[in-house]
């Protein structure tokens, strides 16, 4: 699988946020509201994933197969709670309790995931029968593939993006 150059991805989510009627400012997406239908993933047109322009394949032995390193870049928790809070309403959720939900990387910190973007950080159900939690297995995995160099991190990335619920297999890991 071929990587697409950052560039090129930009454009295309600022093209895809304005005919879903969002608006992209200072790398933020803002929308009326999000839709629930694509869980157990975001709903592509809020959270479409953002990368950490410091994270490349180039990068990875300083970044993130550092032990420690996603603790050096994860946001505050006053953030992701506001955030979460605030995602909880866009996604129209009807259980509000911020316990009940990750603020979620959809790319993974550990993947290269953008720390403090709005468009990688999701309200994720902590319940249903892929939650959080499985997919922080998955993520675990694609880590140590990525490190191992087995994997590549745009592929990682892009299986990660694509359907997390089938990374795995999609990259010949399950």
């Known amino acids: 699988m071929s990587r697409i150059r950052r560039p090129l991805v930009t454009t295309v989510s600022a093209f895809a946020l304005a005919v879903a ?3 992209l400012t200072t790398g933020t997406a803002h929308a009326q509201s999000c839709s ?3 869980l157990p993933l975001p709903d592509p047109g809020c959270q479409p994933g ?3 322009p410091d994270v490349t ?3 990875i032995g300083s970044t ?3 032990s420690g390193w996603t603790a050096t870049v994860r946001p505050s928790s006053s953030y992701t709670t506001a955030l979460k809070k605030k995602q909880i309403v866009e996604y129209g ?3 509000t309790s911020t316990s009940d939900y990750e603020e979620d990387h959809f790319v993974p910190l550990e993947l290269g995931g953008a720390p403090k ?3 990688n950080l999701w309200p994720e159900p902590q319940y249903g029968t892929k939650t959080a939690a499985n997919k922080d297995t998955v993520e675990t995995k694609l880590k140590k593939a990525v490190c191992a160099g087995t994997v590549s991190l745009s592929d990682a990335q892009d299986a990660i993006i694509t359907d997390w619920t089938t990374a795995l ?3 010949g890991l399950s």
């Open 21 to 23: 009627g969002l608006t």
């Open 36 to 38: 629930q239908a694509y």
């Open 50 to 52: 953002d990368l950490n």
């Open 57 to 59: 394949q180039s990068t």
């Open 64 to 66: 993130i197969c550092v």
């Open 93 to 95: 959720y009807t259980d």
């Open 117 to 119: 973007s709005e468009l």
């Open 169 to 171: 297999s999609s990259l």
